[in-house]
Nanobody, 119 residues
């Protein structure tokens, strides 16, 4: 059974930094992407950053401030967040997508970790 467990959230002042980690247990066949999403109160979940075997992409609001990376040996995907703003306050979710041999996509989510940025 696959589990994604996020950690590293917390309370930080504006301008500060946090590092989120997501550790995967269990096997996922054909991982095509890993990502971080976030959801603020009353808002839709939005994509923060994605990483594939050959590229990274970021939401416009976090470009230049956040960095996504992965360590396949440790089954970990990390989000380094710098120059944090109050509008970055949200629950951050780890996401992994895999495609099995029958070409069925499987999407996995972590339970989320709260990030709160005070002004």
């Amino acid at each position: 059974q696959v589990q994604l467990v996020e950690s590293g959230g917390g309370l930080v002042q504006a301008g500060g930094s946090l590092r989120l980690s997501c550790v995967r247990s269990g096997s996922i066949f054909g991982i095509s992407s890993m990502a971080w999403y976030r959801q603020a109160p009353g808002k839709q979940r939005e994509l923060v950053a994605t990483i594939t075997s050959d590229s990274t992409n970021y939401g416009d609001s976090v470009k230049g401030r956040f960095t996504i990376s992965s360590d396949n040996a440790k089954n970990t995907v990390t989000l380094q967040m710098s120059s944090l703003k109050p509008e970055d306050t949200a629950v951050y979710y780890c996401n992994v997508v895999g495609t099995d041999p029958t070409r069925v996509r499987h999407i996995f989510w972590g339970q989320g970790t709260q990030v709160t940025v005070s002004s």
